[in-house]
């Protein structure tokens, strides 16, 4: 079974400064699907990213970008220029292809993540 | 705009109640989950539908939790008889099954008193 580990359970920087949250996972399949939710007061579920495995580029949404270790099973986001409104739960998840079974998602604890003015 | 739409977004009952919640999923989208969010569980997947058929309800309390999908546009979950522990945000989210990112609805506050 997949397991993900969100090891900082909260965090908080200034406005305008860049911070990276932490996920390492456990799997024996070569390739998956990596994604970074976030959830803000609003409990809505917003994708924010996502690392197919068989890429080697990390992937990069403006200021969310990820460091994607394969051999590491490491797989961290960052967050550049921070605004408030990136103050939210951050969740961290595993996914595999369909074609390999369930195509769910397995979640990490999260990361509150909290931007000060 | 297309989106997961939940109802309702809050349920206060009473203990022993059945509770019904409802889920229509994006129009397309042929995989179906529901996931229970717990301050101490964290996010955990109850159930996950393909093509409306279950494929995995492993993590669902088979005595009183049923999650069915009468037709492609409607998912349900039940709970009967409802206890204090159910008490949690139960997330309905859906997929196209191509590999690609699950889209969540915003969530039904249950609280079972």
């Known amino acids: 079974a997949q397991t993900v580990t969100q090891s900082q359970p909260e965090m908080s920087v200034q406005e305008a400064e860049t911070v990276t949250l932490s996920c390492t996972y456990d799997t024996s399949e070569s390739n998956y699907y990596l994604f970074w939710y976030k959830q803000p007061p609003s409990r809505q579920m917003i994708l924010v990213i996502r690392q197919e495995a068989y890429k080697q580029q990390n992937a990069t949404e403006n200021r969310f970008s990820v460091n994607f270790q394969k051999a590491a099973k490491s797989f961290s986001l960052k967050i550049s220029d921070s605004q408030l409104g990136d103050t939210a739960m951050y969740f961290c998840a595993f996914m595999k292809p369909a074609i390999q079974g369930a195509q769910k998602l397995v979640f990490g604890q999260g990361t509150r993540l909290t931007i000060n003015p | 705009d297309a989106r997961v739409t939940q109802t309702p977004r809050h349920k206060v009952t009473e203990m022993g109640q059945e509770v019904t919640m409802r889920c229509q999923p994006i129009?397309?989208?042929?995989?179906v989950f529901w996931y229970r969010q717990t301050m101490m569980q964290g996010l955990e997947l109850l159930a996950y539908?393909?093509?409306?058929?279950?494929?995995?309800d492993s993590g669902m309390p088979k005595d009183r939790f049923s999650a069915e999908m009468p037709d492609a546009t409607l998912a349900t979950l039940k709970i009967q008889p409802s206890e204090p522990r159910d008490s949690a945000v139960y997330f309905c989210?859906?997929?196209?099954?191509?590999?690609?990112?699950?889209?969540f609805g915003q969530g039904t506050r249950l609280t079972v008193v």
């Open positions: 989210a859906s997929g196209s099954g191509a590999d690609t990112e699950a889209f």
């Open positions: 539908f393909r093509n409306r058929a279950p494929l995995d």
């Open positions: 129009l397309g989208h042929n995989t």
